[in-house]
């Protein structure tokens, strides 16, 4: 698989170590809200890196929201994304292959309001920021 590296950022570290520990991603939420963890390849290491995001699913594909909690600038991850859209996504204690594609048009409008059921959160910071949030469909491999 290659190296792994966690987040810098100590509460997504904890996230992350709580899964893994547990094997399964319901032993973590975000205000109530289920998630799933994101294997993505580093855009410019190469190494592994581990991405805690909202649960967003329909019909076996699931969506990832780069909010950035509204900041100005897109997330890390959505470079990496970007660089290596072929990503492991884990749901529980499953753990399956996808391949990620940026969402655009009325995929995109309909998937946002999937988005912002699972995490309100989501149209508030759409608010903040002046960029349109960008938003990917994973689909199984």
Known sequence: ???VELSPAEWVQNQTKKILETGTTDSVEILGRKIVLLTVRGAKTGKLRYTPVMRVEHEGSYAVVASNGGATEHPTWYHNIKAHPEILLQDG???KTY???ESEGDERA???ERAVA??????EYQEKTD???PLFVLDPK
């Open 99 to 101: 391949v990620a594609r």
């Open 131 to 133: 960029r349109l949030i």
């Open 93 to 95: 204690t499953e753990t």
């Open 110 to 112: 309909a998937w946002w």
């Open 1 to 3: 698989m290659g190296q």
């Open 118 to 123: 699972a995490f309100p959160n989501y149209a």
